[in-house]
């Protein structure tokens, strides 16, 4: 799932929802901006929360810990036509992965 944010400044990039119990689901995710990302949790309708550090883009995988990376893993499993790999490697810039909607 991918959110952008009214103001442009930010894109988050969300793992599927996992439900504790009953009307309460917790969301994973990176946010992204320009030149950075970090990871983030949605608990319920709460505010999204960023959690540890921020890393630079373009990134290596395999240098992420390993909790960012299951993140990024999980994303990309549960939306194959997500551009956030695409973002982060570089390949694509963050002006251009605001406009793309998919």
Not at 6 to 23: H, M, N, R, S, V
Not at 47 to 59: D, M, N, W
Request: aromatic residues 10%.
């Amino acid at each position: 799932m991918k959110v952008t944010d009214p103001d442009k400044t930010y894109i988050d990039y969300f793992q599927g929802a996992w439900c504790l119990q009953e009307g309460l689901a917790n969301r994973f995710g990176v946010r992204v901006r320009e030149g950075l990302f970090l990871a983030v949790v949605k608990i319920g309708d709460g505010q999204v929360t960023a959690c540890g550090k921020a890393f630079r883009i373009p990134l290596q995988l395999e240098e992420l810990p390993t909790h960012v990376r299951i993140i990024i893993s999980d994303h990309v499993l549960n939306y194959p036509t997500s551009d956030l790999m695409d973002v982060m490697t570089g390949k694509i810039s963050f002006q251009q992965a605001l406009v793309f909607q998919k």
